[in-house]
């Protein structure tokens, strides 16, 4: 009978790790999977909403801290039978209850007042209770793994390796391979399939936890002799804040202010989760002095080009902030794996790193847009991230408590007093700054061995940087949930651009070639200027319709420079997502082409494609204006999104889209979600001479117009110049439940 158990119990020792390893990774990919799943699912229904995002942020982490204290409470207060039962029935729950994953029947559009909160229920019906599930077992399973009896138990956080491997590969399968095949009802069908063997697979953990020799009072008699004090909780929890904080800093400052790429953020976002997998593995620790010993410079480097304002190639910029990300998270993660308690307190080192994470994204993506004016987040952190490193806190300790709070207060007035520092700053020779700056840079790359001087470096050139920046500040700035937006002009000072990182959102011209002010009805610029594809086909359904466009709805306000191709008695009326955007563009003190071309315009704040659909009236024409660089609302471009445009449009209308962007060929997704509707498409590129931007203020643009037969498109179905657009068999029509962006830029990039 013994040797029977023994037998057993080596069984067990011998397949445990394996096990174990798929149940985790299996937990991990479904759980990375779920999340743009189900934001797919609602943006259709709900629009790209600030508040949809916010509170899709703050559930799915919110959510995943609950997980992982159920993971703890079931780890500490239940006996290894009850904790299994208990598990396996909530799989049994979810499956039952809660799948295939898809929108809660019965919940329509937000109502005007606790939008929040009506979101969080709307999230938390229609798929709490999967994301729930999934979330607990990476902590719970390597808790249950620690006790199996096989070799590496003592020590099973190299399984978090595993987790966020599986996290990695959801990140890059999803948008390269699950989306461009499957519509999302099949992937809803799939994720069940997948939920359904990693409840096999819990099982299977469960029987062998139940197998192992190890018993609760065991556990018992670790914890009592691990104890964690506050000091070392309050490091886990900083130690995932940072990086997480950062994730969402840096990858607004490359997808904006370096390049504004497709897919752009699925890289910071990778290399989030394979720092785990590097960090959480045995023989980690000469990697981790490795990137210890190179972060100072690296650091250096990017403060330097900051105060500096270097012009680099967008590639190398964006190598050089995403690799110092990767450097400063390997940092952060690797002071967690060294400083991991017994497994005794694993799952309480796990709740203490998802609080970390919570607060930390927190901070980044819904406190930073309240608090600052500007991307100020961003420095905060590359600060926070020399905190993170070993001895830091104990030389500032001994610094005593005074020292530290004059240091404090010294370096606030030096970034909070531009004005007192800008005579200071044009009085001293351009040659004595740069001197200044790269030696304090060369002291910051040789500090790895003084914590505190590289501290007090980091922290002169992140104000030095910041004070610059309000030195040189635009005509205006205003952050929203969505940019950072700011009025700018031109260096002859004859136009201002409304501008969001590298994008132009509009211009308009504010002087004439004589430097007088222009008091006349402005002209439209930009994509819009007259005589370019915009106009054409502005001119073109307004010849159609006898010389007058009765009704025109434009999706995507600017700076308001395309009202300046309405005519009297016409209504022009504006929808546009982003408040910070309406205020903008009615301050006349800034830009006077929407209040003077089109007085007293009525703009409707909210996504475009639900608001028009609340329109009571028909539209002669639709513009459709919110596809500018590449962030693509996809919602938008869809097959019944056009159908939704069709229902507002009259008879003989039309529909314009700009489709300018860098890096995604469209005129053949509004081609297909045309045809799908019964409609013609035609486009045309820019292709005239447009000068020089900065004087002339114009700016190419790619447009499509699309009527219900070729008469409505007007003259332009006879102007060769305009091409037809046929739906190609080879592109496959995008719909609210399918989608593919990868198709679109490799035909960009491949185009014959």
């Known amino acids: 009978m013994a040797s029977g158990l023994d ?56 959510v995943l801290l609950l997980g992982y204290l159920y993971a703890h409470g079931l780890t500490r207060w239940l006996a290894p039978r009850h904790a299994v039962a208990v598990h396996l029935a909530l799989i049994v729950l979810v499956a039952s209850l809660a799948l295939p994953i898809s929108l809660a029947p019965g919940w329509g559009r937000p109502p005007v007042e606790g939008e929040a909160f009506w979101l969080l229920g709307l999230f938390a019906v229609s798929v709490g209770l999967p994301f729930f599930a999934v979330s607990a077992n990476g902590p719970l399973l390597q808790a249950w793994f620690a006790r199996t009896g096989h070799g590496a138990a003592a020590d099973p956080y190299f399984l978090y390796g595993a987790s966020n491997l599986g996290s990695f590969m959801a990140l890059i399968a999803y948008p390269f391979v699950v989306e461009p095949l499957l519509p999302l009802n099949v992937q809803s069908g799939f994720w069940s399939i997948g939920f359904a063997g990693l409840g096999a697979v819990i099982g299977l953990c469960g029987a062998m936890l139940l197998a192992s020799p190890r018993t609760a009072a065991t556990q018992a008699q670790q914890l009592a002799t691990a104890p964690v004090g506050w000091s070392e909780r309050t490091a886990w929890i900083g130690l995932s804040a940072v990086p997480s904080g950062l994730l969402v800093a840096v990858t607004a400052h490359v997808t904006t202010d370096v390049a504004a790429v497709p897919l752009l953020w699925i890289v910071p976002l990778a290399i989030f989760l394979l720092t785990f997998v590097l960090a959480f593995r045995d023989g980690a620790e000469r990697l981790h002095t490795t990137m210890l010993a190179m972060q100072p410079a690296l ?20 190598a050089l902030h995403i690799g110092f990300f990767f450097i400063a998270t390997m940092v952060c993660h690797g002071e967690l794996y060294r400083r991991r308690p017994p497994v005794a307190r694993l799952t309480e080192f796990y709740v203490l790193l998802s609080l970390g994470g919570v607060l930390g994204g927190a901070f980044a993506s819904l406190a930073a847009p309240l608090l600052f004016s500007t ?19 104990k030389g500032l300790a001994a610094l005593g408590a005074t020292r530290l709070m004059f240091g404090a207060l010294a370096l606030a007035a030096f970034a909070l007093s531009p004005v007192v520092l800008k005579g200071t700053l044009a009085a001293v020779p351009v040659w004595g700054f740069l001197l200044a700056v790269l030696l304090l840079g060369g002291v910051m790359a040789l500090s790895r061995g003084r914590p505190v001087a590289l501290l007090v470096g980091t922290a002169l050139l992140a104000a030095t940087a910041q004070t610059l920046d309000t030195l040189n500040a635009p005509l205006a700035r205003e952050r929203s949930f969505f940019a950072v937006h700011k009025v700018t002009e031109t260096t002859s000072g004859n136009g201002r651009f409304l501008v969001h990182g590298t994008t132009v959102h509009g211009a308009e011209r504010v002087r004439n070639a004589d430097g007088s002010v222009v008091r006349d009805r402005p002209e439209p610029v930009s994509y819009f200027y007259r005589g370019g594809p915009y106009s054409e086909a502005i001119e073109a359904v307004r010849a159609h319709r006898g010389g007058r466009i009765g009704r ?3 999706v995507g306000l600017g700076m308001g420079s395309l009202a300046c191709h309405a005519r009297p008695g016409e209504d022009w009326v504006f929808f546009e997502i982003d408040p910070v ?5 009615q301050d006349q003190r800034l830009f006077r082409s929407l209040s003077v071309c089109t007085p007293g315009a009525r703009v409707v704040t909210g996504d475009g494609r639900l608001t028009l659909a609340d329109e009571p009236q028909a539209y002669d024409l639709i513009i459709l204006d919110a596809f500018s660089s590449n962030a693509v609302p996809v919602h938008l471009l869809t097959a019944e999104a056009l159908a939704g445009y069709g229902a507002k449009l009259a008879p003989d209308g039309a529909l314009l889209f700009n489709i300018t962007n860098r890096s995604m060929e ?5 081609a297909a979600s045309a045809k799908a509707n019964g409609m013609v498409t035609a486009a045309k590129a820019d292709r005239n001479d447009i000068g020089d931007p900065d004087v002339t203020l114009f700016a190419k643009a790619e447009v499509a117009i699309v009527a219900r037969s070729p008469r409505g498109l007007g003259q332009l179905a006879d102007d060769p110049t305009w091409r037809r657009v046929e739906a190609s068999a080879s592109v496959r029509t995008w719909t609210d439940d399918y989608s593919n962006v990868v198709d679109a830029i490799r035909r960009r990039l491949w185009k014959p």
């Open 7 to 62: 037998g057993r119990r080596a069984t067990v020792a011998r397949l445990a790790l394996p096990v174990f390893a798929l149940g985790i990774f299996l937990s991990a990919f479904l759980l990375f999977s779920v999340q743009p799943l189900f934001t797919k699912m609602v943006l259709p229904k709900l629009g790209g909403a600030p508040g949809v995002w916010s509170v899709a942020m703050v559930f799915f982490q919110a």
């Open 299 to 318: 650091l250096a480097v990017l403060l330097i080009s900051h105060v500096l304002g270097a012009r680099v190639p967008w590639l190398l910029a964006a």
């Open 581 to 585: 955007v309406v205020k903008i563009a």
């Open 666 to 670: 469209l005129a053949s997704v509004v």
């Open 552 to 554: 025109v709805a434009v």
């Open 375 to 393: 991307l100020l987040e961003y420095p905060i952190l590359l600060v926070a991230t020399v905190l993170c490193r070993p001895g830091v806190m």
